[in-house]
């Protein structure tokens, strides 16, 4: 997609897919850029659920500032990878004690190296790699913000994930299994896997029922 930044009152001016084969995604890239005249515009890559880990800690007995430095070794062996490939980044989140909670994300950095050179033989300056889970949040708050926040469930390579968002923050996030044919089996084991997710939100984390589900 392609917006406005600032946004204006119509931000997206471009939305769409572009098919094609890994060897082909630089030639097509850069064909689309050239033809909409987007040359050195200011993009960001949205990695997508497989492509990174996302894992909750106790925060560490550290500044803030120290969290990333110190995620490392509340990753070691808990990763396929070798930390020294790792790029590691951390988001504070809810907890219902006085222990700070904060999620720890993961991803190869041989991965992202591929799709920030991707960017630059396009002739698109990258700002910023996100994740699905941070991109999904930044666009609810665009809408009104709700008391009790919002669940939001989307899709993704046989898993739904269902999040839970609530004062611009992730509360909570959970991904599952689920074969999604159209018969009552599947959908009585999506709505018990939901139902399952949002009790353990109220019960465990104590807090109310989000004012609304959303489909992704």
């Not at 769409?16 to 030639?27: D, I, N, Q, S, Y």
């Not at 890559?45 to 490392?72: C, G, R």
């Not at 991965?111 to 991707?118: C, E, F, M, N, P």
Request: proline letters at 4%; hydrophobic letters at 40%; one cysteine or more.
């Amino acid at each position: 997609a392609y917006t406005d930044h600032p946004p204006t009152e119509a931000p997206i001016k471009h939305c769409g897919f572009l098919k094609c084969t890994e060897k082909k995604r630089r030639a097509t890239l850069s064909a689309f850029v050239k033809e909409n005249q987007l040359k050195n515009k200011e993009c960001s890559i949205v990695l997508n659920p497989d492509e990174y880990s996302t894992l909750l800690f106790d925060a560490p007995n550290v500044k803030e500032s120290e969290y990333q430095q110190a995620a490392k070794w509340l990753l070691k062996d808990l990763v396929a990878f070798p930390l020294s490939e790792t790029i590691i980044d951390t988001f504070p989140t809810f907890s219902v004690t006085q222990k700070k909670k904060i999620y720890v994300v993961a991803a190869k950095e041989a991965d992202l190296k591929i799709y920030a050179r991707l960017i630059f033989q396009s002739n698109l300056k990258l700002t910023r790699i996100d994740i699905t889970e941070m991109a999904l949040r930044n666009i609810l708050l665009l809408d009104e913000q709700k008391e009790n926040g919002s669940a939001l469930l989307y899709y993704f390579n046989n898993k739904l994930h269902i999040l839970i968002y609530k004062d611009h923050m992730i509360y909570f996030t959970r991904a599952f299994f689920v074969n999604l044919k159209d018969n009552d089996d599947d959908h009585t084991q999506l709505f018990q896997e939901i139902q399952k997710s949002l009790d353990y939100y109220q019960s465990q984390m104590r807090q109310p029922a989000p004012d609304r589900l959303l489909l992704t």
